[in-house]
C-alpha cells in the first residue's frame, strides 16, 4: 500500500527536542519534495519546512534556527529535527510528497501523498 506514516511525536517540555520521521512506503522517496506542515487547534495548516529532490530546503520564519529538515535516501525517510520548542510549536504535524523539485508550500490537493499525522504537544 502507498502510504506516508510520520513518528517521532510526543509531550515535550519547552526547550526540549523531538525528531519527527516520514516514512514512505511502496514507493521511493528521491524523485519527490517532501513537505512537513502543521495545523494547531483552530487554526489552519501552516507549511512549516520543505525538502525538495534535489536537496534544497524551505523553513518558515517561524521556525527557521530552531528546525533542521533532512533525508536519508537509503531509509526513504525524511526527518524533522526540532529543537527549542516552544509551547506554540503544538499541533499535529504532517508530511506530504510531491513529484518534482517544489521548495514551498503548495495547496493541499497539489500533493500525491499524505501521512495521517503526528501529535506534538510542547507544555510544562
Known amino acids: 500500500q502507498v502510504q506516508l506514516v510520520e513518528s517521532g511525536g510526543g509531550l515535550v517540555q519547552p526547550g526540549g527536542s523531538l525528531r519527527l520521521s516520514c516514512a514512505a512506503s511502496a514507493f521511493t522517496l528521491d524523485n519527490y519534495a517532501i513537505h512537513w506542515f502543521r495545523q494547531a487547534p483552530g487554526k489552519e495548516r501552516e507549511g512549516v519546512s520543505c525538502i525538495s529532490s534535489d536537496g534544497r530546503k524551505y523553513y518558515s520564519d517561524s521556525v527557521k534556527g530552531r528546525f533542521t529538515i533532512s533525508r536519508d535516501n537509503a531509509r526513504n525517510t525524511v526527518y524533522l529535527q526540532m529543537n527549542s520548542l516552544k509551547p506554540e510549536d503544538t499541533a499535529v504535524y504532517y508530511c506530504?510528497?510531491?513529484?518534482?523539485?517544489?521548495?514551498?508550500?503548495?495547496?493541499?490537493?497539489?500533493?500525491?501523498?499524505w501521512g495521517q499525522g503526528t501529535q506534538v504537544t510542547v507544555s510544562s
Open positions: 506530504a510528497a510531491i513529484r518534482g523539485t517544489y521548495l514551498l508550500p503548495l495547496r493541499e490537493s497539489q500533493y500525491q501523498f
